[in-house]
């Protein structure tokens, strides 16, 4: 069974950083891609960005520019670098990881993001 660890979340400032951290444990097929997810109050779960293993990535276009995905394939485990935080960043930070055969689909509990002043 395959469960994801969040970690990283927290308070920040304006213009401030962050950087969210998820690994995967389990039987995890190799063709897969992780992602962040987010979900702010009121609003629908969006994605932030994602990365495949065969190496693309893919971001949302209200972080282009800001938010840097990386990720370890090997110990499957992937990080959200986020620069220039803005008020409307915050929310749960989801990770998610789909597998390509079988059909898997994974989350983490989630992890807050506030970003005030």
């Known amino acids: 069974q395959v469960q994801l660890v969040e970690s990283g979340g927290g308070l920040v400032q304006p213009g401030g950083s962050l950087r969210l951290s998820c690994e995967a444990s389990g039987s995890v097929f190799s063709r897969n891609v992780m992602s962040w997810y987010r979900q702010a109050p009121g609003r629908e779960r969006e994605l932030v960005a994602a990365?495949?293993?065969?190496?693309?990535?893919n971001y949302g276009d209200s972080v282009k520019g800001r938010f840097t995905i990386s990720r370890n394939i090997a110990v499957n485990t992937v990080n959200l670098q986020m620069n220039d935080m803005k008020p409307e960043d915050t929310a749960v930070y989801y990770c998610?990881?789909?597998?390509?055969?079988?059909?898997?689909?994974?989350w983490g509990q989630g992890t807050l993001v506030t970003v005030s002043s």
């Open positions: 990365a495949f293993s065969h190496g693309g990535k």
């Open positions: 998610n990881l789909r597998e390509f055969v079988g059909g898997g689909d994974h």
